[in-house]
């Protein structure tokens, strides 16, 4: 089973950027999603064979990305915003449609990311 724990949340100021990453997954499409208290599970971005998709919230903000010399899908947040307050945490699947509708195969612990005003 895959071990996608997530890594570089922390608190920032609105405006700010952090970069999270997890151990990629073989060849499996990775995605981020993000749950914060009390809402829904939301997707952020998926990559899969150099091709990526977004949500509309963080779309030009976000960029997901795979390192292959780290094995790590990073997702590079800027001008972050308090709705962005979430914990995050990445995961795979063989399909990227799946992931992206938020169905998935394998899943890591999340990282806390915290956006004051």
């Known amino acids: 089973q895959a071990q996608l724990g997530a890594s570089g949340g922390e608190l920032v100021q609105a405006g700010g950027s952090l970069r999270l990453s997890c151990a990629a997954s073989g060849s499996y499409a990775m995605g981020w999603f993000r749950q914060a208290p009390g809402k829904e599970r939301e997707f952020v971005a998926v990559?899969?064979?150099?091709?990526?998709d977004y949500a509309d919230s963080v779309k030009g903000r976000f960029t997901i990305s795979r390192d292959n010399v780290r094995n790590t899908v990073d997702l590079q947040m800027t001008s972050l915003k308090p709705e962005d307050t979430a914990d995050y945490f990445c995961a795979a699947d063989a399909s990227p449609l799946q992931l992206r509708r938020g169905i998935f195969s394998f899943r890591g612990q999340g990282t806390q990311v915290t956006v004051s005003s």
């Open positions: 990559i899969w064979r150099g091709n990526t």
